[in-house]
């Protein structure tokens, strides 16, 4: 039988810590325990950088991750030591960030051959006379997402295919640090963040077949074929298996976008029986017919929201819808290379005015309508449903029932707790809103079709979605409590609508 023991919470001025262990007994062949922790911060969380360098030290041949911000030179330093101990290191990441001080400091070793990207590595490798050699050339990586690529120019630092949105490190594919953040002080000091720390053989290892593919640049790092990283929808489902046990708990991973997350996350949010409460960096419509008219466009965020605010009034039971939504703007907006005819669309600003959408930066969209038309320079994109929240807030006139708030700051994450205290909770941790946003498609329509149309929006795609349930009745209930708490701290911070 799995033991379970968890720490208490503890309050230290800004920072919230909630910190949980459980152990059980892994499929490993070797047989080995596994364990997990987890610390959720309030101003940054302490414990996120201590538990970071000590899965990188604990590594003994091979450590692969990824980051959509390294900008701590003190992990950097750490992968450089490990890579020149002779380990195995391979790190993918996101272009917005490149210039930031970790991944500078790894940038800065390709004059040694390390660190190169995945074309360069096979270049040089090809170069040298032994098979030792090459391999010591090939031991390490630097991907981002955004490569030039030597027939492809259009991806030299052009942000057009998608973001990195989650942050892990695996070592020996069985300890993994998992965060909502990247490894910045933000994560370990000032912002608010979500990390796991798992011993575990199967969930690490499932984090580490989907590194293979942004990192390694090629699946379970085929160095003989000479592309550059399988990002976006390159990926491919490596590992069916989405299911894993811990003691008293299941964990449900789910890998953007080849694993469809935003299935089990509806599915999780319509089975809620007395409540959904959480934390949000944004939500958007799912079907976009028109950025401007968020009446033809459709979410099933807020198809569920409607439906579950309606129970009190038409069925007589309970039940309560409750979240903040986190202010935030696109701080590098998406560029386009000359020669595409563009306009300028505005996003509204999550700050400020009585209803909410995603953000305030103006971007260049080389954006026509379904009819051809260009759209005007003062158009608005209307894909958020924020608005839509507000609606149904002020409709339902209950805040028993129906109650958003807005955060004055960044939500990095978004997490929904479902019937917290009922006999079926559930937790739900995405790395990333998976929101729509507009990429210049260069993989799909962009060859096939002449206008700028609806199916240029891309979901964020590099992330992942973590659903966490009690594996029986006599599950132990503390981690729901800690995250509900969560977002109860984070809830009392922010104004009403």
């Keep these: 039988m799995s033991n379970t023991r968890f720490s208490v919470l503890c309050l230290l001025s800004s920072v919230l810590c909630l910190h949980g262990t459980c152990a059980t007994v892994t499929n490993d062949p070797e047989l080995r325990t596994q364990n997990f922790s987890y610390y959720l911060g309030i101003g940054g969380s302490p414990k996120a950088k201590e538990q970071l360098l000590r899965i990188i030290h604990s590594a003994k041949y091979e450590i692969t991750g990824m980051f959509n911000d390294l900008a701590d030179t003190d992990i950097s330093a750490a992968l450089i030591a490990r890579a020149n101990a002779g380990l195995k290191v391979a790190i993918g990441g996101d272009d917005r960030n490149k210039n930031s001080a970790g991944f500078q400091a790894l ?245 400020s005015g009585s209803c909410p959408t995603i953000n305030s930066t103006s971007i260049q969209l080389p954006y026509y309508d379904t009819n051809g038309v260009k759209v005007a320079n003062t158009i608005t994109n209307r894909s958020s449903i924020h608005c839509a929240l507000a609606t149904l807030q002020s409709s339902i006139n209950n805040p028993a029932v129906v109650s958003f708030r807005k955060y004055a700051g960044r939500i990095p994450f978004n997490v929904f707790t479902i019937d917290i205290g009922q006999r079926k909770p559930r937790i739900v941790l995405m790395s990333s809103d998976l929101r729509k946003r507009y990429y210049y498609d260069e993989g799909d329509s962009q060859d096939a079709e002449p206008l700028r149309t609806q199916n240029d929006f891309y979901p964020i795609t590099d992330a992942f979605v973590m659903v966490i349930e009690p594996a029986g009745s006599t599950s132990n209930t503390k981690i729901f409590a800690d995250f509900d708490e969560f977002i109860t701290r984070i809830y009392n911070t922010g104004g009403g609508l």
């Design 107 to 351: 940038i800065a070793q390709r004059a040694n051959n390390k660190f190169l990207d995945y074309f360069q590595a096979i270049t040089v490798a090809a170069q040298q006379a032994t098979p030792a050699a090459r391999d010591r050339i090939l031991a390490t990586r630097l991907n981002f997402n955004r490569l030039k690529h030597p027939t492809k120019p259009r991806y030299d630092a052009s942000p057009f295919d998608g973001r990195v949105e989650y942050n892990f490190v695996v070592a020996d594919k069985y300890n993994c640090w998992i965060s909502t953040g990247g490894a910045n002080d933000e994560t370990f000091n000032t912002g608010i963040s979500v990390v796991f720390v798992f011993q575990s053989f199967d969930i690490c290892n499932d984090f580490y077949n989907e590194a293979q593919q942004g990192a390694w640049g090629g699946l379970f790092g085929d160095e003989g074929n000479p592309a550059f990283g399988k990002f976006r929808n390159s990926k491919s489902i490596n590992d069916p298996n989405t299911r894993f046990r811990l003691g008293d708990l299941i964990f449900n991973i789910y890998f953007a976008p080849q694993e469809r997350p935003l299935v089990p996350v509806i599915t999780e949010l319509l089975r809620a029986e007395n409540s959904i409460r959480f934390a949000v960096r944004a939500l958007t419509a799912d079907i976009i017919q028109d950025v401007t008219n968020p009446g033809l466009n459709r979410s099933h965020f807020l198809n569920v929201f409607e439906s579950k605010a309606r129970i009190p009034q038409l069925f007589g039971g309970n039940f309560k819808i409750e979240g903040i939504v986190g202010s935030e703007t696109d701080f590098a907006p998406s560029s386009i290379p000359a020669g595409w005819p563009m306009t300028t669309v505005a996003y509204d600003t999550l700050v």
